[in-house]
Protein backbone atom coordinates (compact mmCIF):
# COMPACT_ATOMS: atom_id res chain seq x y z
CA UNK A 1 0.00 0.00 0.00
CA UNK A 2 1.23 3.32 -0.85
CA UNK A 3 1.82 5.88 1.59
CA UNK A 4 3.76 8.59 0.14
CA UNK A 5 1.90 9.85 -2.62
CA UNK A 6 2.15 13.49 -4.58
CA UNK A 7 -0.32 15.07 -2.57
CA UNK A 8 1.04 14.08 1.12
CA UNK A 9 4.38 15.29 0.05
CA UNK A 10 2.86 19.17 -1.51
CA UNK A 11 0.80 18.91 1.60
CA UNK A 12 3.94 18.31 3.72
CA UNK A 13 5.56 20.91 1.77
CA UNK A 14 2.75 23.43 2.84
CA UNK A 15 3.14 22.17 6.51
CA UNK A 16 6.99 22.77 6.24
CA UNK A 17 6.63 26.56 5.09
CA UNK A 18 4.15 27.16 7.69
CA UNK A 19 6.18 25.87 10.84
CA UNK A 20 8.89 27.74 9.07
CA UNK A 21 7.73 30.62 9.17
CA UNK A 22 5.56 30.77 11.90
CA UNK A 23 9.53 29.43 13.71
CA UNK A 24 11.36 32.82 11.96
CA UNK A 25 8.37 35.08 12.89
CA UNK A 26 10.23 35.21 16.76
CA UNK A 27 13.43 36.56 14.58
CA UNK A 28 11.32 39.65 13.89
CA UNK A 29 10.89 40.96 17.06
CA UNK A 30 14.42 39.98 18.02
CA UNK A 31 15.41 42.18 15.12
CA UNK A 32 12.89 44.89 15.99
CA UNK A 33 14.74 45.13 19.73
CA UNK A 34 18.29 45.32 17.62
CA UNK A 35 17.39 47.90 15.57
CA UNK A 36 15.09 49.97 18.04
CA UNK A 37 11.90 49.90 15.71
CA UNK A 38 9.81 47.55 16.92
CA UNK A 39 6.28 48.85 15.29
CA UNK A 40 8.00 48.39 12.03
CA UNK A 41 9.05 45.18 12.93
CA UNK A 42 5.44 44.27 13.82
CA UNK A 43 4.28 44.72 10.32
CA UNK A 44 6.84 42.45 9.09
CA UNK A 45 5.55 40.23 11.63
CA UNK A 46 2.24 40.70 10.92
CA UNK A 47 3.16 39.63 6.70
CA UNK A 48 4.36 36.58 7.69
CA UNK A 49 1.52 35.45 9.75
CA UNK A 50 -0.70 36.58 6.92
CA UNK A 51 1.32 34.30 4.39
CA UNK A 52 1.79 31.24 7.05
CA UNK A 53 -2.42 31.70 7.72
CA UNK A 54 -3.09 31.42 3.54
CA UNK A 55 -0.57 28.17 3.25
CA UNK A 56 -2.52 27.04 6.22
CA UNK A 57 -5.94 27.43 4.07
CA UNK A 58 -4.71 26.27 1.21
CA UNK A 59 -3.60 22.51 2.69
CA UNK A 60 -6.47 21.62 4.51
CA UNK A 61 -8.62 21.05 1.84
CA UNK A 62 -5.89 18.99 0.23
CA UNK A 63 -5.42 17.04 4.01
CA UNK A 64 -9.26 16.61 3.71
CA UNK A 65 -8.78 14.65 0.39
CA UNK A 66 -6.46 11.62 1.93
CA UNK A 67 -9.54 11.03 3.58
CA UNK A 68 -11.92 10.47 0.58
CA UNK A 69 -9.04 8.68 -1.33
CA UNK A 70 -8.26 6.43 1.51
CA UNK A 71 -8.71 2.66 0.71
CA UNK A 72 -11.92 1.31 2.50
CA UNK A 73 -9.42 -1.81 4.12
CA UNK A 74 -7.67 -0.41 7.11
CA UNK A 75 -8.64 3.16 6.64
CA UNK A 76 -7.87 4.24 10.09
CA UNK A 77 -4.32 2.80 10.07
CA UNK A 78 -3.65 4.05 6.60
CA UNK A 79 -4.64 7.95 7.08
CA UNK A 80 -2.65 7.71 10.99
CA UNK A 81 0.32 7.04 8.98
CA UNK A 82 0.09 9.71 6.22
CA UNK A 83 -1.23 12.31 9.41
CA UNK A 84 1.96 10.93 11.54
CA UNK A 85 4.04 12.02 8.05
CA UNK A 86 2.60 15.43 8.23
CA UNK A 87 3.62 16.61 12.19
CA UNK A 88 6.31 15.36 10.97
CA UNK A 89 6.98 17.68 8.37
CA UNK A 90 5.92 20.32 10.66
CA UNK A 91 8.95 19.29 12.79
CA UNK A 92 11.32 19.41 10.47
CA UNK A 93 10.09 22.78 9.16
CA UNK A 94 10.48 24.18 12.79
CA UNK A 95 14.44 22.54 12.73
CA UNK A 96 15.07 24.30 9.74
CA UNK A 97 13.94 28.10 10.80
CA UNK A 98 16.05 27.35 14.24
CA UNK A 99 18.97 26.67 11.91
CA UNK A 100 17.66 29.79 9.65
CA UNK A 101 17.30 32.14 12.53
CA UNK A 102 20.46 33.12 13.09
CA UNK A 103 20.51 34.12 8.90
CA UNK A 104 17.05 35.56 9.57
CA UNK A 105 17.84 38.12 12.29
CA UNK A 106 20.53 39.75 10.34
CA UNK A 107 18.24 39.97 6.77
CA UNK A 108 15.31 41.03 9.18
CA UNK A 109 17.15 44.35 10.91
CA UNK A 110 17.83 45.58 7.15
CA UNK A 111 14.71 44.74 6.16
CA UNK A 112 13.38 47.35 9.20
CA UNK A 113 15.39 49.96 8.80
CA UNK A 114 14.33 49.63 4.47
CA UNK A 115 10.84 49.93 5.49
CA UNK A 116 11.14 52.51 7.66
CA UNK A 117 13.00 54.58 5.19
CA UNK A 118 9.98 53.45 2.17
CA UNK A 119 7.68 54.99 5.05
CA UNK A 120 5.93 51.52 5.60
CA UNK A 121 5.51 50.39 2.15
CA UNK A 122 5.61 46.40 2.02
CA UNK A 123 5.35 46.53 -1.94
CA UNK A 124 8.13 49.10 -2.06
CA UNK A 125 10.28 46.90 0.43
CA UNK A 126 9.57 43.80 -1.51
CA UNK A 127 10.85 45.47 -4.83
CA UNK A 128 13.77 46.47 -3.53
CA UNK A 129 14.64 43.20 -1.80
CA UNK A 130 13.89 41.57 -4.80
CA UNK A 131 16.63 43.54 -7.08
CA UNK A 132 20.31 41.54 -8.02
CA UNK A 133 21.84 43.93 -5.28
CA UNK A 134 20.12 43.49 -2.24
CA UNK A 135 19.94 39.72 -3.15
CA UNK A 136 23.74 39.26 -3.19
CA UNK A 137 23.89 41.44 0.15
CA UNK A 138 21.59 38.98 1.59
CA UNK A 139 23.56 35.71 0.62
CA UNK A 140 26.37 37.05 2.41
CA UNK A 141 24.42 37.01 5.80
CA UNK A 142 23.52 33.61 5.75
CA UNK A 143 25.23 31.82 8.72
CA UNK A 144 24.37 28.56 10.79
CA UNK A 145 23.93 29.14 14.83
CA UNK A 146 27.22 28.88 16.17
CA UNK A 147 27.90 27.90 19.96
CA UNK A 148 29.18 31.85 20.65
CA UNK A 149 24.78 32.65 19.93
CA UNK A 150 24.57 31.36 23.32
CA UNK A 151 27.16 33.11 25.22
CA UNK A 152 25.30 34.88 28.57
CA UNK A 153 21.87 32.88 27.94
CA UNK A 154 21.47 31.03 31.45
CA UNK A 155 19.01 28.39 32.37
CA UNK A 156 17.89 29.60 35.32
CA UNK A 157 16.55 32.77 33.46
CA UNK A 158 14.33 30.56 31.55
CA UNK A 159 10.76 30.62 32.41
CA UNK A 160 9.74 27.00 33.13
CA UNK A 161 5.93 27.35 33.29
CA UNK A 162 6.01 29.57 29.63
CA UNK A 163 7.82 26.33 27.85
CA UNK A 164 5.19 24.25 29.27
CA UNK A 165 2.64 26.30 28.37
CA UNK A 166 3.88 26.95 24.90
CA UNK A 167 4.47 23.67 23.93
CA UNK A 168 1.32 22.03 25.04
CA UNK A 169 -0.18 25.08 22.76
CA UNK A 170 1.95 24.04 20.17
CA UNK A 171 1.23 20.51 20.09
CA UNK A 172 -2.88 21.24 19.99
CA UNK A 173 -2.36 24.19 17.34
CA UNK A 174 -0.35 21.35 15.50
CA UNK A 175 -2.66 18.56 15.51
CA UNK A 176 -6.21 20.33 15.82
CA UNK A 177 -7.31 20.32 12.20
CA UNK A 178 -5.71 16.20 11.98
CA UNK A 179 -7.20 15.17 15.29
CA UNK A 180 -10.39 16.57 13.70
CA UNK A 181 -10.48 14.71 10.30
CA UNK A 182 -8.84 11.59 11.53
CA UNK A 183 -12.18 11.84 14.35
CA UNK A 184 -14.72 12.06 11.62
CA UNK A 185 -13.51 8.12 10.64
CA UNK A 186 -13.75 7.14 14.14
CA UNK A 187 -17.07 8.64 14.62
CA UNK A 188 -18.40 8.67 10.42
CA UNK A 189 -22.45 9.47 12.16
CA UNK A 190 -20.76 12.78 13.04
CA UNK A 191 -18.11 13.39 10.58
CA UNK A 192 -19.44 16.90 9.62
CA UNK A 193 -19.93 18.00 13.40
CA UNK A 194 -15.68 16.42 13.95
CA UNK A 195 -14.67 18.12 11.17
CA UNK A 196 -15.95 21.61 12.05
CA UNK A 197 -14.45 21.27 15.20
CA UNK A 198 -11.01 21.97 13.67
CA UNK A 199 -11.51 25.57 13.08
CA UNK A 200 -12.56 26.17 17.29
CA UNK A 201 -9.58 24.21 18.30
CA UNK A 202 -7.08 26.41 15.97
CA UNK A 203 -8.93 29.33 17.23
CA UNK A 204 -8.63 28.59 21.16
CA UNK A 205 -4.99 27.55 20.68
CA UNK A 206 -4.33 30.98 18.73
CA UNK A 207 -6.32 33.02 21.35
CA UNK A 208 -4.24 30.99 23.93
CA UNK A 209 -0.60 32.02 22.45
CA UNK A 210 -2.43 35.84 22.06
CA UNK A 211 -3.11 35.48 25.89
CA UNK A 212 -0.07 33.70 27.18
CA UNK A 213 2.76 33.94 24.95
CA UNK A 214 2.89 37.08 22.35
CA UNK A 215 2.33 40.05 25.08
CA UNK A 216 5.70 38.64 27.03
CA UNK A 217 7.48 38.75 23.99
CA UNK A 218 6.58 41.59 23.18
CA UNK A 219 6.83 43.36 26.90
CA UNK A 220 10.80 42.40 27.04
CA UNK A 221 11.32 43.52 23.53
CA UNK A 222 9.95 46.81 24.56
CA UNK A 223 12.26 46.73 27.90
CA UNK A 224 15.02 46.31 25.34
CA UNK A 225 14.01 49.52 23.24
CA UNK A 226 13.77 51.09 26.22
CA UNK A 227 16.65 50.15 27.98
CA UNK A 228 14.88 48.44 31.07
CA UNK A 229 15.99 45.16 29.87
CA UNK A 230 18.81 43.45 27.89
CA UNK A 231 19.32 41.84 24.18
CA UNK A 232 20.41 38.62 25.77
CA UNK A 233 17.08 37.85 28.06
CA UNK A 234 15.24 38.60 24.94
CA UNK A 235 17.72 36.27 22.69
CA UNK A 236 17.18 33.91 25.54
CA UNK A 237 13.57 33.90 26.05
CA UNK A 238 12.72 33.92 22.07
CA UNK A 239 15.41 31.02 22.22
CA UNK A 240 12.95 29.23 24.76
CA UNK A 241 10.52 29.40 22.79
CA UNK A 242 11.21 28.02 19.87
CA UNK A 243 12.91 25.00 21.34
CA UNK A 244 9.33 24.63 23.47
CA UNK A 245 7.67 24.96 20.07
CA UNK A 246 9.94 22.46 18.45
CA UNK A 247 9.30 19.84 21.53
CA UNK A 248 5.44 20.85 20.67
CA UNK A 249 5.61 19.25 17.15
CA UNK A 250 6.97 15.81 18.63
CA UNK A 251 4.41 16.19 21.62
CA UNK A 252 1.49 16.29 18.68
CA UNK A 253 3.01 12.84 17.88
CA UNK A 254 1.28 12.12 21.54
CA UNK A 255 -1.91 13.84 20.91
CA UNK A 256 -2.64 13.01 18.10
CA UNK A 257 -5.27 10.06 18.45
CA UNK A 258 -6.13 10.55 22.09
CA UNK A 259 -7.41 14.22 21.02
CA UNK A 260 -8.73 12.80 17.65
CA UNK A 261 -10.73 10.14 20.19
CA UNK A 262 -11.59 13.39 22.60
CA UNK A 263 -13.05 15.38 19.37
CA UNK A 264 -15.35 12.15 18.21
CA UNK A 265 -16.84 12.08 22.46
CA UNK A 266 -17.32 15.16 22.72
CA UNK A 267 -19.13 15.48 19.51
CA UNK A 268 -21.87 12.93 21.42
CA UNK A 269 -22.81 16.14 23.07
CA UNK A 270 -23.25 18.95 19.69
CA UNK A 271 -25.58 16.74 17.88
Known amino acids: MEIFTEKLILISLFIFIIHSIETLAYAVRLSGARVRLLASALSLFNLMVIVSRMANMMQQPFTGSLIDNAPKVDTLEFVESQYRVIIGASTFGTIIGIL ?105 ATILLTIFIDPKISILADDVINQRGNYTNLKAVSLMMITSRLLGTLLAQLFFIPGAEYIAWFTKFIV
Do not use: C, Q, W
Open 100 to 204: LLPTFIAIFSRAIIHLSEERGSIPSLIKKGLTFEYLKRGFKHIHLPMPSYLVGIKLKDIPIRLFIINMVITAIYTIGVLSALYASLIAPERASTSIMASGLINGV
